[in-house]
């Protein structure tokens, strides 16, 4: 029996099914509610903005959108966020989705975590994304309805403490590969609970490269410059 909640039916298919279950054996208690909580909310702005989206795609979408937190699925040198991509298309090969729809999956999950980029991509892309934004950072919350709220957290229900122990999550995946952060979100996760951590500044990173623009520019036929009297020949 299909199970709906807030008004959204949640996928039945075997491939939903066994996301679900492999999910459901894989991650916390915490990470799990929370990704189900990211495919409803993200359904149900899907839903207000009329938006035409596969249910079963943001559901892979959003059930995987965190994996990448796990130790089974962590690599030693990608983003979180790259590494929970790359086990939804994994696991979507296996079902045999198409290149197009494991790169929208795949999208979803390696940008949920870059403001402002997802919004502008395919529906199954920004759904992931809204979801996330609605769940951890409350962005829209306003915009649901209360009952919608009620229901949704009703299934699937919000730890006690669940800002803290979110951050945690983030935290214990990214520790103990802090250059990953760089540039995302995730630094100020490390910056609050790693006292060990050095945020990288992408200003120091610039001014510190190995480039050397004191130096006289070199032309040569190809560079589109006219030499002046004085400049050294390109050899």
């Not at 075997?14 to 916390?28: H, I, K, L, Y």
């Not at 630094?187 to 490269?209: H, M, T, W």
Request: charged share 20%; glycine share 8%; net charge negative.
């Amino acid at each position: 029996m299909t199970t709906t909640i807030a008004g959204i039916a949640i996928p039945d298919s075997q491939m939903a099914r066994a996301a679900t279950e492999m999910v459901r054996d894989t991650e916390t208690d915490l990470l799990y509610n929370h990704s189900r909580r990211v495919f409803l909310w993200g359904s149900l702005v899907g839903n207000r903005k009329g938006l035409a989206y596969d249910t079963e795609l943001l559901y892979i979408g959003a059930m995987f959108h965190d994996m990448g937190l796990m130790p089974a699925y962590s690599s030693k040198n990608d983003r979180f966020e790259v590494d929970g991509a790359n086990a939804a298309g994994d696991f979507l090969r296996q079902y045999g989705a198409s290149e197009y729809d494991i790169e929208q999956v795949w999208l979803s999950i390696a940008l949920h975590t870059t403001p402002g980029v997802p919004g502008h991509l395919k529906p199954v892309v920004a759904l992931v994304t809204a979801g996330v934004e609605m769940d951890v950072l409350g962005l829209g919350y306003s915009e649901f309805a209360e009952q919608d709220r009620v229901n949704v957290v009703a299934a699937h229900p919000r730890e006690h403490d669940f800002k803290n122990g979110i951050i945690d999550a983030f935290a214990q995946g990214t520790i103990t590969k802090p250059d990953t952060t760089f540039g995302n979100v995730k630094a100020d996760v490390l910056e609050l609970r790693d006292p060990s951590y050095k945020r990288l500044n992408f200003c120091q990173i610039i001014l510190g490269s190995q480039w050397d623009d004191s130096a006289a520019h070199v032309h040569h036929p190809g560079c589109g410059h006219h030499a002046s009297p004085g400049d050294v020949p390109a050899v």
